[in-house]
């Protein structure tokens, strides 16, 4: 039997009682280029939707620049992620694709960003050996030879999150019974404010 597996820094079970907002999306019902426009759209809905859980004085400049580069970097990993999603989303099956944001308060605010999807037994295996590389390589060192092989699966969307966003990652692959070539892949991406 094949169990799930786990990569990085993956939050099992979110916290009950904190703010958070899911998307689903039927992945094969439109052409993906239809589906790309989306992406964008949806990445800036949920980056808007985050500015309202940063209140902000107005006569604070600093808080509004924090609340500006706060949604710049929402939208930027929610629009990887949901590219990402919709790339490598298995185009023969009818699971929906999954988006979330999550907002966990503590010492720090963190924002989980998360997306969910059906993906070939082929395509989770190169994906998984691409997280492998990815978690013990340097993320520079990666992202240079990764420019340089100009490769369109080339992961950098990951890297410029871990480099420019300080952006903490994680995966689970999980097994669909009675669908053996078929596996979903979840990925996390946690953003401290």
Do not use: C
Not at 64 to 70: A, T
Not at 106 to 120: D, F, H, Q, W, Y
Not at 157 to 181: C, Q
Request: no cysteine; net charge negative; charged share 25%.
């Amino acid at each position: 039997m094949v169990m799930n597996e786990i990569f990085g820094e993956f939050i099992h079970d979110l916290p009950p009682g904190h703010d958070y907002l899911d998307i689903g999306f039927s992945a094969n019902s439109r052409p993906i280029k239809d589906r790309w426009r989306n992406n964008l759209l949806s990445a800036y809905f949920v980056a808007d939707y985050l500015t309202t859980f940063l209140p902000i004085d107005d006569n604070d400049p600093a808080a509004k620049r924090r609340q500006q580069d706060s949604k710049a970097s929402v939208s930027y990993v929610a629009n990887e992620l949901l590219e990402n999603t919709m790339k490598f989303h298995s185009p023969a099956d009818e699971y929906p694709v999954r988006f979330g944001i999550h907002f966990i308060e503590g010492p720090e605010k963190i924002i989980v960003l998360m997306s969910r999807n059906t993906v070939t037994q082929e395509a989770g295996d190169r994906f998984k050996a691409f997280i492998q590389e990815l978690l013990s390589s340097d993320p520079q060192e990666l992202y240079i030879k990764r420019m340089e092989e100009n490769n369109q699966d080339s992961g950098l969307g990951f890297l410029t999150m871990m480099i420019d966003y300080s952006a903490k990652l994680g995966w689970k692959f999980e097994p669909i019974p009675n669908h053996p070539n078929l596996m979903v892949a979840t990925t996390l991406v946690q953003l401290i404010l």
